[in-house]
């Protein structure tokens, strides 16, 4: 099944990150837009097969306002704010799954299955 997924796990708290605020762009036009659920993932694939063309995509993960808002306090302005990862979309009949594990001071990203 082809498409695009994404999760987030919280490494600070050693869990997954669930109301993160997210944004899939394509061109600098955003494409979709969704908050992660109880276990970091997005309810709906943010692209199914359908919709997904070749070429370049950034995801930005909305994480400072996540760590504000778990009562995390980060300096002004935090070192981490936005994390966007971009990517590339060649073989459109493979599923592309894009997890974040991140902390306020650091992330990393690999494709996943």
């Keep these: ?17 669930s109301g993160v605020s997210l944004r899939l762009l394509r061109n600098g036009e955003v494409v979709t837009a969704a908050i ?16 997904m063309t070749a070429g370049a995509y950034r995801l930005e993960f909305d994480i400072g306002e996540y760590y504000r808002d778990l009562g995390v306090t980060l ?8 994390v966007a990862i971009e990517f590339g979309v060649a073989d459109l009949a493979s599923h592309y799954h894009v997890p ?12 996943g299955s």
Excluded at 39 to 49: E, I, K, N, V
């Design 36 to 51: 992660t659920n109880i276990d970091g993932r997005c309810d709906q694939p943010l692209l199914t097969g359908e919709a």
């Design 100 to 111: 974040l594990l991140v902390s306020p001071y650091g992330y990393s990203t690999y494709r």
């Design 75 to 82: 300096p002004t302005p935090a070192f981490l704010d936005v």
């Design 1 to 17: 099944m082809s498409g695009l997924t994404t999760h987030i796990l919280d490494t600070m708290h050693g869990r997954p990150a």
